[in-house]
Structures are given as C-alpha cells and as structure tokens.
C-alpha cells in the first residue's frame, strides 16, 4: 500500500486543488459571469460529449489496464499499443461522416427543448473525441505507475483554462459564444500534452502486426465499451435527459449541486488511479490473497475519508447556498441523494476494478445494461414530475442498485467483501458527528460558520478514527501529519 497512498495523496492533492478551482468557476464565475442558459448550455455540451467518449474510445483505456503487464513480460508490447491507437479512429471517422451528412437530425435530437443547443453539434463531436484520446494516453501513463501528471491534465488543467476564459468573458474581451469553442481548443491542447506524457514514458513504434491473443483483446475491447458508457450513462445522462423535458436554465441549476455532490468522491477518484492497475496486475498472478488486502483497505480508508466529507457538506449545506444567487439554491435534495450514492461508489473501493479485469465482465455489463435502461426510463418519468429532485432520484435508485448488484456478484464469485468490523465504526461515528453539529447553527457570516463548523466537526470525527484505531492507513497517516 506504500505506493498507493503515496500517488493518493498526491493525485488527492492535486484532485482537490482542481475542485477548488472548479468550485470558483462552477459556483461563482459561471454563476455570475454567464447567463443561466449559457451554463447550462455548457453542462449540456459537456454531458454529452461525456455519453460518447466511452464509445469513441472503443473500450482502450481498461484493455491498456488489463493486458499492458502481460504483454510486456512477454515483449510483445508494441501491436498492443498500435492497436490502442488506431481502433478508436475505426469509430470516430464514421461518427464524423455521419454527423456531417446527418447534422441537422442529429441537433434536432440532442436540442430537447431548447433550440440553443442546435447550434454546437460539433462542439459536442469534438470534445468527445479530445476526450477519449485523453483517455487512452493516460491509461498509457497509469500502466507505467505515473499518473500524477495525468491527474492534473485531469483535475486542473482544463478548470484553469476556463478560469481564464470566464475572466476574459467577464471583461468583454470574448462572447459567450466564443468562449465554447475556447473551451474546445482546451480540450485539444490537453490531449497533445497528455500525449507527448506518456510517449515519453513507455515509447511507442509503430508495428503493424497483430499482437497475441487478438480475438481476446478484441472481444474484451468491444464488450468493455458496454461498461464505460454504462458507467458515464448513470452519472452523466440525467442532465442530458434535463435538457429534453425542461428548460435548460435547469441544467446550470443541477450542475451546481452535481458539483458539490461530486466532491465527495474525490478520494476515491484519486486512489483509483493508482489501484486499478495494481489490481489488474494482481488478478494477471492470481494473487487473491493480495486482492483481498487491497479490496478491504481501500474500501475501509476510502469510507473513513469520504464518510467526513459527506456529512460536512450536509451540515454545511444551508450556509452554502447562501453564498449563491437566489435562482441556484433548490438542490438541498439533489446534493443528498447524489451523495450518497457517491458514498457508496467510495465505499466499494476497486469493486468495480475486480470486476472489468476478470473473466465475469461480460456478466456485469449484461446487468449493466439493464440498469441502465432503468436510468433513462426513470429520468423520463421522474423528471417531468419532480423536476430536478427527481433527476437525482433516478440516479440514487439506479446507481445504487448497480453499486449493489457489483458488491454482490464479487462476494459470490470471489469471496471478497470491503465489510469489516471497523467499516460499522466508520458509519458509528459518521452518524454521531452528524447528529451532535446538526442543531448548530452559528449566528456569523456564512464563510465564517462553514470554517468553523467545519473545523469542530473535522476535530470530533478524525479525532473519533484516532481513538478508535479505526484505518491502519489512515491512522497512519494522520499520525505522520499531526507529527510534521
């Protein structure tokens, strides 16, 4: 676990700083600087482009994880990374054919509601594409046990880029308009520098051969794109889905609460970089002994850290809002049920890791797709009723029943659970903190109640793991920072 949570702590560091900056952007530049419509507009381009980049990639990203360290024991790592590059251009040129004879269907389809959104079909194309390449070259990168860098072309590079943007919006220099296909070249230029990154990591020659085991890499490629755009579909389509049944204003007003949903799960966005390939390399030798340790740890320091998060933003949550325009504060609702489904998503720690590095995937992406399909239907009928509360519904109860369909069928197939003695103290203390600060209410500035509250509730919870011996990794850890 040493080089996990040292890249952990690292690619959190770096995660946070990112979501500091996407707070500044999502909840005070875009909020203030652009019109409802335009933000939501923006949220619209992003979410979709998010729904194609899984098929655009074709599924390469989890094939670089799960084949890379057996192919290079066996020096025949070069057709793997030819193919990693060529078969995600045997999608996009057909797509780009398609959407240019097609593009008036095509805007008619994604504009729902709002006619706005016909106008930047290419955006969405484009982004997507940048996307998935981005994708691929940082798998590349994590293979090679280097994802730091890529965490911050991930986390912070684009964020500050529309900082700048959003700065230069706000002084006139360009229009709202303009700044969208701004935000396109972002994309670009990141995946060149992502690129030239993990090139110089493991270099690529290009051999036009089939590497062994072709037709194995080529069915789990084809099949693993069923996982990535199940994944993507069940946090990113209810926003798409907004834009059908209600105004588009709308979609800035859930991407607020979205975003701080999201920052729940940044620890365990960060320790996935560096545990799925060491789970791939793991299950590759068979070392099941190895899984379980990774498998519990992770999940039991993951739980204690998002756990903190969670209930901070909750108690927070009613000073938050007060720092924001009058027209973003209906997500009390969204921003809970989000939650916890990112609570959750944290709390299987590479669940989901075990299950596209072995030989059951098919079997997920099969219950995938049927949940999926529940997500969209529940989004249709949820959404014109509830409006956005129901958006966040319909992801609770998908996201949650496919969360659980995964820990069970690993318990079944494997034996390994993330369930321990200690995960029961983890939510004891999770609920005794909440219910000790939730009738406070400090009578200051909002920025000064949300620092305060922030550090007796911080003070009472991590002094609470301490005492208890709660996470030998986390413990370890906030032993070494109290002691520096």
């Excluded at 900082?163 to 670009?188: D, K, Q």
């Excluded at 938050?320 to 609702?333: A, I, K, N, T």
Aim: hydrophobic share 55%; net charge positive; proline share 3%.
């Amino acid at each position: 676990m040493g080089i996990v949570l040292r890249q952990t702590a690292v690619n959190t560091a770096i995660t946070y700083l990112g979501f500091a900056l996407g707070a500044v952007n999502t909840l005070f530049l875009y909020t203030r600087v652009m019109s409802d419509a335009y933000f939501g507009l923006v949220g619209v381009l992003i979410s979709t482009a998010t729904l194609l980049m899984p098929v655009m990639s074709f599924g390469i990203p989890n094939t670089l994880v799960k084949y890379y360290s057996a192919y290079k024991e066996r020096a025949d790592l070069q057709p793997l990374l030819t193919l990693a590059l060529a078969v995600p251009l045997l999608i996009v040129l057909p797509l780009g054919i398609f959407s240019f004879f097609a593009n008036s269907l095509i805007a008619d389809f994604i504009s729902g509601r709002n006619e706005i959104v016909s106008d930047y079909v290419w955006h969405i194309f484009w982004i997507g594409l940048f996307m998935a390449y981005f994708e691929v070259f940082f798998a590349w990168s994590k293979v090679c046990l280097k994802s730091t860098l890529g965490t911050f072309f991930k986390e912070i590079f684009i964020r500050l880029g529309v900082s700048v943007l959003l700065l230069l919006l706000f002084f006139g220099v360009i229009s709202e308009a303009g700044f969208l296909s701004w935000l396109v070249f972002l994309y670009g230029i990141r995946v060149v520098f992502m690129a030239l990154h993990a090139l110089r990591l493991q270099p690529f020659h290009f051999r036009l051969a089939l590497p062994e085991g072709f037709k194995e890499v080529l069915k789990y490629t084809s099949l693993i794109i069923l996982g990535g755009s199940i994944s993507v579909v069940l946090l990113e389509i209810d926003r798409f889905m907004i834009n059908q049944y209600i105004q588009i204003e709308n979609v800035a007003y859930y991407t607020v609460a979205v975003f701080i949903a999201t920052v729940i799960i940044v620890p365990f966005r960060s320790m996935n970089q560096i545990t799925y390939p060491l789970t791939a390399s793991l299950m590759n030798s068979g070392d099941l002994d190895g899984l379980k340790k990774l498998y519990k740890r992770s999940s039991l320091s993951l739980l204690a850290i998002t756990a903190l998060i969670f209930i901070g933003i909750l108690l927070n949550l009613e000073d938050f809002y007060l720092l924001l325009p009058e027209s973003y504060r209906g997500g009390v609702y969204v921003v809970l049920f989000l939650g916890l489904v990112r609570l959750f998503d944290a709390f299987l720690g590479i669940n989901t890791a075990i299950l596209y590095n072995s030989q059951y995937y098919r079997t997920l992406l099969l219950m995938g797709v049927v949940l999926a399909l529940m997500t969209i239907l529940l989004n249709a009928w949820l959404i014109p009723l509830l409006g956005l509360t129901g958006a966040a519904i319909a992801t609770f109860i998908s996201a949650g029943l496919y969360n659980l369909v995964k820990m069970l069928f690993v318990k079944w197939k494997f034996g390994l659970t993330p369930w321990s003695a200690n995960s029961l103290k983890v939510f004891g203390i999770a609920v005794f903190t909440y219910l000790l600060f939730h009738w406070i209410a400090f009578p200051f500035h909002p920025v000064a109640n949300i620092t305060l509250k922030s550090v007796l509730i911080a003070g009472v919870y991590l002094g609470a793991i301490l005492k208890f011996n709660v996470s030998e990794d986390l413990v370890a850890l906030l032993r070494k920072s109290l002691k520096n």
